[in-house]
């Protein structure tokens, strides 16, 4: 079994690196998802914002995966296939997008709105990512991987909401995945001791209804069992003493978004 990759602060600085490339990507998306696009228009963006800035995505001919986004579609959980579907009003798209520059990777995700959606899963959508900050603020030296999960776990399920047990977090910095493997949901105090050098994808993976997914005959596109949206949030952030440092960001996604509302 792999032991964890633990990196240098030079290191962390080039994953932040990756970060910010992966972090322009995100905005340079947001502008475009509207209702009538395509998805795979969406994966033709993000393939050539990467590329035109130094970067490669991560994503693309991972394992076979044939795209450089992952887009899933309402109640599809992860790793969905941009397609010649138009986005339409009441829509949740949920936009996966990893980058490697100058050999380290970076991993980031948002769930975003089309149109107008019912209040039940834009409650979703706030509570999942109000669960990814949680879990971060718990992403400190000294205590464990399973002080994460337990936050994740214990907002979403006060909130209603079911929480996906198949897929989880990872480390990510010089692969797409690395150990450890970061569950959302655990017990306090349980779990790899979180150390310095330590970097993760923390990523909350919450369903509007029952925990339980399904497997798609295409390998890779997960959705909810009982058909009910899913919502997706995820950081790259780096284990540090008091007060984790997140090296992705949501800030040009939103900058976006605002400029939307007007």
């Known amino acids: 079994m792999s032991k964890f990759i633990f990196k240098t602060n030079e290191?962390?600085?080039?994953?932040?690196?990756s970060c910010d490339i992966l972090s322009k990507t995100h905005g340079e998306i947001a502008?475009?998802?509207?209702?009538?696009v395509t998805t795979i228009s969406l994966d033709k963006v993000a393939k050539e914002y990467i590329g035109d800035n130094g970067g490669v995505p991560s994503?693309?001919?991972?394992?076979?995966?044939?795209?450089?986004?992952?887009?899933?579609l309402n109640d599809q959980v992860v790793h969905g296939f941009p397609s010649t579907y138009q986005l339409r009003d009441g829509d949740i798209v949920s936009i996966d997008c990893g980058?490697?520059?100058?050999?380290?990777?970076?991993?980031?995700?948002?769930?975003?709105?089309?149109?107008?959606i019912q209040p039940e899963t834009q409650s979703l959508l706030d509570v999942t990512k109000q669960c990814l900050a949680l879990a971060i603020e718990k992403a400190i030296v000294g205590n464990r991987i399973g002080d994460i999960g337990?936050?994740?776990?214990?907002?979403a399920e006060k909130s209603g909401f079911g929480v996906v047990r198949e897929l989880v977090g990872h480390g990510v910095g010089t692969k797409v995945h690395e150990k450890p493997e970061v569950p959302n949901y655990g017990s306090r105090g349980s779990g790899m001791k979180l150390e310095e050098g330590m970097v993760l994808a923390i990523e909350p993976m919450i369903n509007l209804g029952k925990a339980a997914v399904k497997f798609w005959d295409d390998g890779w596109t997960v959705s909810t069992r009982d058909k009910s949206?899913?919502?997706h949030f995820e950081h790259t952030v780096a284990i540090r003493r008091g007060k984790a440092e997140i090296l992705s960001s949501?800030?040009?996604i939103e900058e976006v978004l605002?400029?939307?509302k007007f």
């Open 99 to 116: 980058v490697i520059f100058k050999g380290y990777f970076s991993d980031s995700a948002y769930t975003y709105a089309i149109g107008n």
């Open 250 to 252: 949501f800030e040009y």
């Open 229 to 231: 949206p899913s919502a």
């Open 31 to 36: 502008k475009f998802v509207n209702e009538g």
């Open 11 to 17: 290191e962390i600085e080039l994953i932040k690196q």
């Open 258 to 260: 605002n400029k939307k």
């Open 150 to 155: 337990f936050a994740v776990q214990n907002w």
């Open 59 to 72: 994503f693309l001919n991972f394992n076979g995966f044939p795209w450089s986004l992952c887009i899933s």
